[in-house]
């Protein structure tokens, strides 16, 4: 089955400063990729997803990459906030026509530093 | 505008006590998931369903668990028999033909 991996676990930086979280995935069939954003004891907010067909996509201060070939995608905050904190959770999936089950990362819990 | 629904938001069992949980899937949605989470770790898929049918239950362990979403009302995730290792938060998502997949607030089971 698949396999995703998500680095780094803690990230740290100040305020007004880029973020970058990376995962890798192990099943080649997969065709989708979307991240959350978890705050303490809410539920995960789906903030952007990317399909295989696109090497990029980009929502205000959010863009996510992905290489099929090297098989691992990465989520870019820029201009950090103090709201942005929170634990960020890669997952990825075979879909068409309606989604099967997501594999999610390990989760990357992000610290805006003010 | 109402989002995925679950309930109970907290049960506490007992060991050896049934556990249900019910999800309410977003509005035109018919496809349901249910995660579990254990705490400081990341989200395990449970199982797939669609109206009436199981479609994935690869992520459900084989004993203890089941799952329905029937034609009518809520989907459910039922534990029999809770052991203190079934203490998590269970999600649930739904989508529809699209691919996202829109997550409910959780239910958190405590066994004691």
């Known amino acids: 089955g698949e396999n995703v991996e998500q680095h780094p676990s803690t990230l740290s930086v100040q305020e007004g400063d880029s973020a970058v979280i990376k995962c890798t995935y192990s099943d080649s069939a997969s065709n989708y990729f979307p991240w959350y954003k978890q705050e303490l004891g809410k539920r995960p907010q789906l903030i952007i997803d990317i399909r295989s067909n696109v090497g990029e996509k980009k929502d205000q201060r959010i863009a996510v990459t992905l290489n099929k070939t090297a098989k691992h995608f990465s989520l870019h905050i820029t201009e950090t906030q103090p709201e942005d904190s929170a634990v960020y959770f890669c997952a990825a999936s075979i879909s068409g026509g309606g989604a099967d089950g997501l594999t999610f990362g390990k989760g990357t819990h992000l610290i805006i530093q003010p | 505008n109402a989002g995925v629904m679950q309930n109970p938001r907290h049960l506490v069992r007992r060991r050896g006590q049934e556990a249900r949980l019910r999800c309410s899937p977003m509005k035109g949605h018919s496809h349901v998931y249910w995660y579990r989470q254990l705490p400081e770790e990341g989200l395990k898929f449970m199982v797939y369903?669609?109206?009436?049918?199981?479609?994935?239950e690869s992520g459900m362990p084989k004993e203890r668990f089941s799952a329905e979403f029937p034609k009518e009302g809520p989907s459910i995730l039922r534990i029999q028999q809770v052991v203190r290792g079934d203490s998590a938060a269970y999600f649930c998502?739904?989508?529809?033909?699209?691919?996202?997949?829109?997550f409910g607030p959780g239910t958190r089971l405590t066994v004691t």
């Open positions: 998502a739904s989508s529809g033909p699209a691919y996202e997949q829109y």
């Open positions: 369903l669609q109206k009436e049918n199981i479609i994935d």
